[in-house]
């Protein structure tokens, strides 16, 4: 079977995100599933490598590489670093 999940909402202030990699890694665990995650917007910032958070908290970044599979970014390019 084959998931997607789109998330648009940023990595810290709310929870929907990290509920959604928690989902997503947990579904990539199943045999025969195929799990894609396209972030956009402030979701693009759960990407992002070497936050840092305070001790206790969870690190989105480290979620999106446990999530395994296929994942997409889309940003608008003034947000973009160059």
Not at 4 to 29: C, H, M, V, W
Not at 36 to 41: A, H, I, N, T
Request: hydrophobic share 40%; glycine share 14%; net charge positive.
């Amino acid at each position: 079977m084959n998931t997607l999940f789109i998330l648009n909402d940023g990595p810290y202030g709310t929870e929907r995100s990290y509920n959604g990699l928690r989902l997503a890694r947990a579904l990539a665990k199943e045999e025969g599933q195929t799990v894609r995650v396209f972030l956009m917007g402030d979701a693009v910032n759960c990407a992002k490598s070497g936050q840092k958070v305070p001790s206790g908290y969870y690190n989105a970044g480290d979620m999106v590489r446990m999530v395994g599979g296929e994942i997409g970014l889309c940003a608008p390019a003034w947000r973009r670093e160059a």
